[in-house]
């Protein structure tokens, strides 16, 4: 049995079990600033991902990153997306993944409680805080640069980025930071590693919104599930870090 992500259902209850003693022990933990970036993206477009046919392999595909001006690492199963996390751990006193589920609920109730989002804008309606087709967006960042549907192309974007479907590199709008996280809500969907065992087909959970869909449809604390081969413009990822 494998959670779609990579692991056997034993490396995945023994990472679960680590990360919560990490949680109890260190009183919390870390997640990317930035939706995972593609290496290289801040001042070129080459490395940006088309399809999903060019498959991850660690060691030779661009490394992933939290960065702001980043193109999205999407086009990406969950598979791939937990071996590019796992790759950015920054030295043997930490773990670095793909968040689990259990701390993607964790982060709303932190952005309610500290950051003041009132309940409905995290569970119901996330239009005020992300980059969704129903809003328009300020672009802060003079190094952002936009895409449409498929990310064949990406250009400059200043201004405002109308209410449609354009997907942003990261920390593009100030409009989308709270807490100093940056497109929690919209953008992309994160795969994680919550494991879906209500539906044996579809095993691999995303979380958050796309920029494809109106806030009110994908809220920040949204969940997709998935087949272990979907991959799409739509979603990216997110990485958590705990100490060890």
Not at 215 to 235: E, Q
Request: with cysteine; net charge neutral; hydrophobic share 30%.
């Amino acid at each position: 049995l494998t959670n779609g992500c990579g692991l056997t259902y034993d490396e995945y209850k023994a990472a679960y079990q680590k990360m919560l003693k990490s949680i109890y022990t260190y009183g919390g933990f870390w997640i990317g600033r930035y939706e995972a970036g593609i290496e290289g993206t801040t001042t070129e477009t080459t490395n940006a991902r088309t399809d999903s046919s060019a498959r991850i392999t660690i060691g030779t595909s661009p490394k992933a990153i939290s960065q702001k001006d980043a193109i999205p690492y999407n086009y990406v199963y969950c598979s791939e997306a937990q071996a590019l996390a796992k790759e950015m751990t920054p030295n043997s006193n930490y773990t670095s993944s793909l968040m689990f589920g259990i701390q993607w609920d964790l982060v709303c109730k932190y952005l309610e409680v500290k950051g003041k989002l009132a309940t409905a804008n995290i569970n119901s309606d996330s239009s005020a805080w992300g980059n969704y087709s129903n809003v328009g967006r300020t672009i802060s960042s003079n190094k952002a640069k936009q895409t449409t549907i498929n990310g064949s192309t990406w250009t400059t974007i200043t201004g405002t980025k109308p209410a449609s479907s354009v997907l942003l590199t990261a920390g593009a709008s100030e409009e989308t930071n709270k807490m100093n996280i940056y497109d929690f809500a919209g953008n992309e969907w994160e795969w994680t590693l919550e494991h879906a065992t209500s539906n044996s087909s579809n095993l691999c959970a995303s979380r958050g919104g796309g920029y494809i869909y109106a806030g009110s449809i994908n809220p920040a604390s949204y969940r997709d599930l998935n087949n272990t081969a979907y991959a799409n413009s739509v979603v990216g990822f997110r990485p958590t870090l705990y100490v060890n």
